[in-house]
Every structure is written in structure tokens, then in C-alpha cells.
């Protein structure tokens, strides 16, 4: 189980990444040039635990805008209007939110059986989409999805949390200059999903090996788990 502070520090990676991966630099710049654009974001269900911190980043990161939720349980509906600004709209029906509050993306944290049916709706609408692991409940269901963001043009993002840590990134650059010599195995633990995230975030490839995951430092070895 990974500490508090490094959910937390996995948490505002992610933001920062939707942020990026969403076009928010162009609100970014906005900003500094003293406008007020800022992506708008609406979160699907509320059923995965890292919802509720990641609530917070984006509460205060200035160039998002948490317009909406969609979750159809009072219960984490009302605790979720104690942490969100009065401003941000509660839909009991995801569909209607859409259409609606009309966010440019959506972070989706349901049961993960719903991920294909919530993305075919953003898709639809040409709403980027995100959402926690695992991207879908089969092989079938993946690739549907994969093929309707990338018909519709929008970004499709799992949040394989090792993807945006400085880890993943050294190693990245360690291994594409040569110093740490051929890639000879590729682990099934978690550190697969650190060097695979690595790898498309920097050059869009999908499938890539690694050294046994016993030979990773600096954090590598932790994995996320609920």
C-alpha cells in the first residue's frame, strides 16, 4: 500500500497530465496574459476512493474548473457537496451532465464495468475522457474503446499512476541513452505498467520491455493498490 503522501503526490500528477494531455496549456497561457480561460471538468461516480483527493487538486489547480458530478448515491453525494465549491452541479444521471454542463473532459471513477459504456457517450459528444484502472473488465472492451476515442478524436487516458512519476521519466531517458544496457525482460508487476506508461507518454508506443522489476530504484517498486 503506497503512503499518504505519495497518493497524494500521485494525485496532483494526474491532474497536472489531464491538465496537459486536455489542452490546458492554452488556458495556462490565457491566464498569464490576463484572460480567465479554464478547462472545464466533471467527474463520473464517485464510487473509487481516489476521488475524493483528487477533488481537491483540481479544486486548487487554476487552470481547471470542476463544473459538475454525476453520481446517483445520496450518500456520496452529500459528502461530496461538503468538498467541492458551491458552484459545481450534482446530476444523478451521467447522460444528462453531459449535455448540460457540456465539460471539455471527464474523470470517470465508477464501477469498472460502466468505462465502455461512458466513453461511447463522451465520444458521442467529443468529451475527453479518463479514467482509474483497469481501463476496462476485458480485451474486447478496451480495444471498442480505444477505436471510439481515437474515431472521435479524443484523448482516452488510464490512469496507470506510475506513468507520471520522476521514476518514470528518468528511467525513460536512462534507458534511451544507453545506460543501463539492452532491455531483457519485461515483470508482470507493477513496474510494467511504469515503464509501458513511460514509453506512450514520451513516443506513443503501446508495448515495451523492462528489466526485472528487483533492479529498479527510486521508488519503482511501489504499486498503487486499493
Given at each position: 500500500m503506497?503512503?499518504?503522501?505519495n497518493l497524494?503526490?500521485?494525485i496532483?500528477?494526474?491532474?497536472?497530465?489531464?491538465l496537459?494531455?486536455?489542452g490546458?496549456?492554452d488556458?495556462s497561457?490565457?491566464?498569464?496574459?490576463g484572460?480567465t480561460?479554464?478547462t472545464?471538468?466533471?467527474?463520473v461516480g464517485?464510487?473509487?476512493d481516489h476521488?475524493?483527493?483528487?477533488?481537491?487538486?483540481?479544486?486548487g489547480?487554476?487552470s481547471?474548473?470542476l463544473v459538475?458530478?454525476?453520481?446517483?448515491d445520496?450518500?456520496?453525494v452529500?459528502?461530496a457537496?461538503?468538498?467541492v465549491?458551491a458552484?459545481v452541479?450534482?446530476?444523478a444521471d451521467?447522460?444528462?451532465?453531459?449535455d448540460?454542463?457540456?465539460?471539455e473532459?471527464?474523470?470517470?471513477?465508477t464501477?469498472?464495468?460502466?468505462?465502455?459504456e461512458?466513453?461511447?457517450?463522451?465520444?458521442?459528444?467529443?468529451?475527453?475522457?479518463s479514467t482509474e484502472?483497469?481501463m476496462?473488465t476485458?480485451?474486447?472492451?478496451?480495444r471498442?474503446?480505444?477505436?471510439?476515442?481515437?474515431?472521435?478524436?479524443i484523448?482516452?487516458m488510464?490512469?496507470?499512476w506510475n506513468a507520471?512519476v520522476?521514476?518514470?521519466?528518468?528511467?525513460?531517458?536512462?534507458?534511451?541513452?544507453?545506460?543501463?544496457?539492452?532491455?531483457?525482460r519485461?515483470?508482470d508487476?507493477?513496474?510494467?505498467?511504469l515503464w509501458?506508461?513511460?514509453?506512450?507518454?514520451?513516443?506513443?508506443?503501446?508495448?515495451?520491455?523492462i528489466c526485472?522489476?528487483a533492479q529498479?530504484?527510486?521508488?519503482a517498486?511501489q504499486q498503487?493498490?486499493?
Amino acid at each position: 500500500m503506497m503512503k499518504s503522501e505519495n497518493l497524494s503526490s500521485r494525485i496532483v500528477m494526474v491532474v497536472f497530465a489531464l491538465l496537459a494531455l486536455f489542452g490546458v496549456s492554452d488556458a495556462s497561457e490565457a491566464q498569464s496574459a490576463g484572460g480567465t480561460a479554464k478547462t472545464r471538468l466533471a467527474v463520473v461516480g464517485l464510487d473509487h476512493d481516489h476521488v475524493w483527493s483528487l477533488l481537491k487538486d483540481i479544486a486548487g489547480e487554476p487552470s481547471a474548473e470542476l463544473v459538475a458530478i454525476a453520481e446517483s448515491d445520496a450518500a456520496l453525494v452529500s459528502r461530496a457537496q461538503k468538498e467541492v465549491p458551491a458552484s459545481v452541479k450534482f446530476y444523478a444521471d451521467y447522460v444528462a451532465m453531459l449535455d448540460e454542463a457540456k465539460p471539455e473532459a471527464v474523470i470517470v471513477a465508477t464501477a469498472n464495468d460502466r468505462h465502455l459504456e461512458i466513453l461511447r457517450q463522451c465520444a458521442k459528444r467529443h468529451i475527453h475522457y479518463s479514467t482509474e484502472k483497469p481501463m476496462a473488465t476485458n480485451a474486447a472492451d478496451a480495444r471498442e474503446m480505444e477505436r471510439l476515442a481515437r474515431e472521435a478524436n479524443i484523448k482516452l487516458m488510464v490512469n496507470y499512476w506510475n506513468a507520471w512519476v520522476a521514476p518514470s521519466h528518468d528511467l525513460f531517458h536512462r534507458v534511451r541513452a544507453g545506460e543501463v544496457g539492452p532491455i531483457w525482460r519485461r515483470s508482470d508487476h507493477g513496474f510494467r505498467m511504469l515503464w509501458r506508461g513511460a514509453v506512450a507518454m514520451a513516443e506513443g508506443a503501446a508495448d515495451s520491455g523492462i528489466c526485472d522489476d528487483a533492479q529498479a530504484e527510486g521508488g519503482a517498486k511501489q504499486q498503487g493498490r486499493r
